[in-house]
């Protein structure tokens, strides 16, 4: 356990954590309390004073949003589009694509649900290839075997970071070598690694990236962004325009900003967004390296816990693991052991298969419990956590 994290602030500066034990950060974590008082009061404005004089009054804090998480993730504030959720920040990336018969997509077997739906549409609409590159023998994306799937026909390399069901962080940066090395655009889902690992989108090299407020940053729900590389970003026509993504310049004609901002909404959720940026401010103040590693040395020592308990089978894969714990529980189902762990004011959630279906179903499961650490968690939550669990197994 990294000894000089701040978890005295991080405790108090969660409000909830003294009513509930919450291990569903990967569903969505708490706010603390600097980034729910941020929304409150831009909300309050909202109403006291109007939501345009709000937003035209706090145009350097909805700015804030921009600046804030491009020094998140180590890139130009041009290159950041605030979107409602991490799905539509993918589809707005994914669908600017113009896909043809025979292009190839690469993607991953930790795939989220929701990606591989939007793949098939391509496979039924464009006659597109899909390709799921198996795993090595750890459970993360075998590298080997996506350089020997690189050929002219790769449109894209688009992959999941961090599974919604599992510990499995795969191996960005080794994947974006892949990509840069080819010249081939490559989308990272990261909506469960933002606010929960350090990502730094040169480092990785991913071309395009997207994240959700809610989860790891601790933000407000309905909040999420768009990274989009600039040399990348005029090459992409998105799916949908409005006047806020493109000027009309006369009753024909219309030109496309250069900016993410192109992948955005006009009408945006103001309040989320100046309270995000709080989000990624409170998350920097702690540093990222240093919550990455309180939060893998937090659920390292709650997969001990669970491994000593006798009918828990940890279902996690992957050489790096992350704060996503999942497992299953000999005599009961996860929705069972979830209302159970509840009603002791314990939060988990269960990943019932359809965010994780193709690895699912390729290790035959159905689904799990997922209880997911973050770094405000505690060493004695981990133990209540485990006694619960071992009676809910006994019983
Ligand atoms: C890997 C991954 N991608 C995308 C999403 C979707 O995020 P959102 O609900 O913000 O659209 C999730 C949500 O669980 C996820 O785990």
Known sequence: MNDDFDIERARKDTRACEDIVHFNNAGSSLMPAPVADAFREFFDQEEMTGGYETADRNHAQLEHFYTATASLLNCESEEIAFIENATRAWDMAFYSFRFNAGDKILTTIAEYGSNVIAYNQCVKRFGVELVFIENDQHGQVDIQALENQIDDRVKLISMTHIPTGGGLINPAAAIGRVANAAGIPFLLDSCQGVGQVALDVKKIGCTMMCGTGRKYLRGPRATGFLYVQKDLIEQLDPPMLDQHAADLISPTEYVIRPDAKRFENWEQNFAGKAALGVAIDYAMSYGMPSIQRRICALANKFRDQLQDIDGVVITDEGLARGGIVTFTVANKTPAQVKTELANQGIN????????????????????????????????????????????????
């Open 348 to 395: 988990v959630s269960v990943s019932d298969g359809s965010g994780s279906l193709v690895s699912f179903v390729q290790r035959g499961l159905t689904e799990v419990v997922r209880a997911s650490v973050h770094y405000f968690n505690t060493e004695s939550e981990i133990d209540y956590f485990a006694q619960n669990l071992r009676k809910i197994v006994s019983t």
